[in-house]
């Protein structure tokens, strides 16, 4: 069962999430133990080298994390992240799908991909999840 309503319904709620937000992040799917979020490249998402930094694609990670998670159980927050980085992105677009690979009681495993518009692997985590009690 969903905990948000709809896909507005979600992305009302992480639009608190400012700095996701700010760095031009958008929800663009959800579903039970799914989530697809895109993040339009810019000069604001680059290194010193000119590709794209770690921590912009690491916080598309971490928001489609959350959006999956979130709607399975709220709060939901990342325990443990662990990332590879595939390949540079050559192009304008990223998107992060991620999907739980394990619901337990008090944690949860999600797989997250990232790919670009060019359909290119970037990068692929695996976020341990641990779930608060309200």
């Known amino acids: 069962m969903s905990v ?13 999430d400012r700095f996701a937000m700010e ?15 895109a993040m339009e490249l810019s000069r604001r998402h680059q290194n010193a080298e000119g590709g794209v930094m770690g921590g912009a694609i690491f916080t598309l990670i971490d928001l489609s994390f959350a ?11 990342a ?4 990332v590879n980085f595939l390949s ?10 991620a999907r739980c690979r394990k619901d337990g009681r008090q944690s949860c495993v999600y797989q997250v991909d990232v790919t670009d ?18």
């Open 23 to 37: 760095n031009g992040i958008t929800l663009e799917e959800i579903g039970e133990g799914m989530s697809l979020c």
């Open 4 to 16: 948000f309503q709809s896909l507005e319904d979600a992305r009302a709620y992480f639009e608190g």
């Open 88 to 97: 540079g992105s050559r192009g304008s677009r990223l998107m992060a799908r």
């Open 67 to 77: 959006a999956a998670a979130n709607n399975i159980h709220r709060p939901t927050v």
């Open 79 to 82: 325990q443990q992240v662990s």
């Open 117 to 134: 518009d060019l359909d290119r692997d970037i990068a692929q985590a695996v976020v341990t999840g641990f779930k608060i009690d309200k």
